[in-house]
């Protein structure tokens, strides 16, 4: 099993900022590394949403909503991915769920971090 934790939401007026942090842990990390790691979002009455995914060699990929305000990167040797928030919109509002997924296809989800934008 992996463990994910997540950390760094909260409420931020529009155009503010926010820095998302996901760190993996578990023993089955020795055996199977990470691939991709990634953050989807939640908003009320809506479907999650990809919002960035980065995979282990660094390539990367936005949802076209976020793209230029918001940046994926990773720390391998942490098991952890950040997600820098810049120029938040109200419409950025959700629960922002980070995603880890192994090279032995394991895929687990974080317990979700609450972003508020107000306006």
């Known amino acids: 099993q992996v463990q994910l934790v997540e950390s760094g939401g909260g409420l931020v007026q529009a155009g503010g900022s926010l820095r998302l942090s996901c760190a993996a842990s578990?023993?089955?990390?020795?055996?199977?590394?990470?691939?991709?790691m990634g953050w989807y979002r939640q908003a009320p009455g809506k479907q999650r949403e990809l919002v960035a995914v980065i995979t282990g060699r660094g390539s990367t990929n936005y949802a076209d909503s976020v793209k230029g305000r918001f940046t994926i990167s990773r720390d391998n040797a942490k098991n952890t991915v950040y997600l820098q928030m810049n120029s938040l919109k109200p419409e950025d509002t959700a629960v922002y769920y980070c995603n880890v997924v192994q090279t032995n296809s394991g895929n687990y989800w974080g317990q979700g971090t609450q972003v508020i934008v107000s306006s």
């Open positions: 578990g023993s089955i990390l020795r055996i199977f590394s990470i691939n991709a």
